[in-house]
């Protein structure tokens, strides 16, 4: 049977870059690996080479858990890698690639966990339905989206899910704290449009739409967003003063951010609705005002706060710019506390001592979002065991992404526990 370090290489082999030319081969992987432990997995396209791969493992209750991932990758330039973002070497103890961190070194933990569960005749407490996606890097229109609603009956009897984006080490003092995603913020991705009057560049402007633009998106990047404790976020900052031994002042959370270092990260961008300006077009020629001009803004917004932040962009904006929706997705949360939290936890702390599980409301967005539509509870939990000195979070996206060979086999023993019997 192929090592968690070996399914994670032979993942980030294949090429998923997203957009690109589709998942197939990776899923086809996947499909081959299921099938031979035995498993049926359900393999099948959106479109042509955006493939996603579903299976069921029975277990001892119908009461189903989803275990989902995706299979494609942003892009990457070689040219600014050590190694080749898609040779899945591994070197100094590390798998190196595009996707060893977002998500291929977790689904790797899956796939592996799976696999030495049939090869050792274990049965899993619950149901578990594993999917593998396409397109979460983009929109989730040929992955997820189009799972739950093209082929919902492959989700029936699943109440909670488990995904990318939580149960991670940090480390503090004598201490790993791990966080575990109870939600995240909503998506509001914007096409920002001002109309104005053509004319030329030497002439006085009538009304340059521009000029209009410019303004609206510096309004929009410069407004200071007040924050805003949700329950969960609320409880991290109460956990993290316990673990540290120190308060956390609530009237400076920027500073205590800052203050705390890595474990500020947990909560920096969480505290507060964001709008980021991301992209820009206007004009065909220097000398020629333009009739339009369009702009693209990621917004972001916490559970329970869509109607504060779009009421707010409007008015950052202005009468003269129109938006349309590119992507609008609701703020999902799971139950907190709750016992199954609780059994997420445990299973961190059976395989290491020093864990700390604490709470956590990712900033930016996962395929939780999809299945919450059909109601089903998104945890984010792949758990990693890392070494301090590595930038987990400088990982997603980034130049030179790795994963240590150790923090998956630690993840794959976490998952174990969970899903089996003592």
């Known amino acids: 049977m192929k090592s968690v ?18 998942e197939r081969p990776a899923a086809e992987y996947v499909a081959t690996l299921l099938a031979d432990a035995g498993l049926q997995p359900e393999v099948f396209e959106s479109a042509p080479h ?89 929109t989730g229109d040929y992955g997820s989206r189009h799972a739950v609603t093209e082929h919902r009956d492959l989700f029936d009897g699943v109440t909670q899910a488990i995904s990318e984006s939580g149960g ?48 609206a998106l510096s309004r929009v990047a410069s407004h200071q967003w007040p924050v805003r404790l949700t329950p969960s976020v609320a409880a991290l900052l109460r956990s993290l003063s316990e673990i540290t031994g120190q308060p956390i002042d609530l009237e400076r959370l920027d500073d205590e951010a800052d203050r705390l270092g890595a474990l500020g990260t947990l909560f920096e961008g969480q505290i507060r609705n964001s709008a980021n300006p991301t992209m820009l077009s206007a004009g065909y020629k220097v000398n020629v005002v333009p009739s339009s001009a369009e702009a693209h803004v990621d917004g972001r917004y916490l559970p329970g706060l869509q109607e504060e932040f779009l009421s707010t962009i409007d008015e950052l904006l202005g009468p003269k710019i129109t938006r349309e929706f590119v992507n609008l997705e609701d703020a999902p949360s799971a139950l907190y506390p709750s016992s199954f939290f609780d059994e997420l936890g445990a299973a961190l702390v059976a395989e290491d001592p020093l864990a700390r599980p604490v709470p956590y409301v990712m900033s930016g967005g996962t395929d939780a979002k999809s299945f919450a539509r059909i109601g089903i509870e998104g945890y984010g939990f792949a758990p990693l065991m890392l070494r301090p000195d590595l930038d987990y979070f400088g990982m997603f996206h980034g130049k030179d992404e790795r994963v240590p060979v150790e923090g998956l086999e630690f993840g794959t023993r976490v998952l174990t526990r969970l899903l089996t019997h003592p």
Not at 59 to 87: K, M, R, T, Y
């Open 5 to 22: 370090a070996e399914i994670c290489s032979d993942l980030i082999r294949f090429d998923t870059t997203n957009p690109g030319s589709g």
């Open 50 to 138: 955006r493939t996603t791969v579903v299976a069921r493992f029975e277990g001892d209750s119908s009461d189903a858990l989803l275990i989902h991932g995706h299979l494609d990758v942003v892009p990457a330039d070689p040219a600014e890698w050590e190694l080749h973002p898609f040779s899945g070497e591994i070197v100094d103890d590390c798998v190196y690639g595009r996707g060893a961190v977002d998500m291929k070194g977790s689904c790797a933990m899956t796939l592996a966990t799976v696999l030495g569960m049939r090869a050792r005749g274990l049965r899993p407490k619950r149901d578990l339905v594993l999917a593998f996606l396409a397109d979460e890097e983009a």
């Open 168 to 215: 991670f080490s940090v480390t503090s003092g004598p201490s790993r704290v791990y966080p575990i995603a109870v939600g995240e913020r909503g998506t509001s991705w914007m096409k920002l449009t001002a109309h104005g009057v053509a004319g030329h560049g030497s002439r006085p402007a009538v009304d340059n739409p521009v000029a209009t633009l410019a303004h």
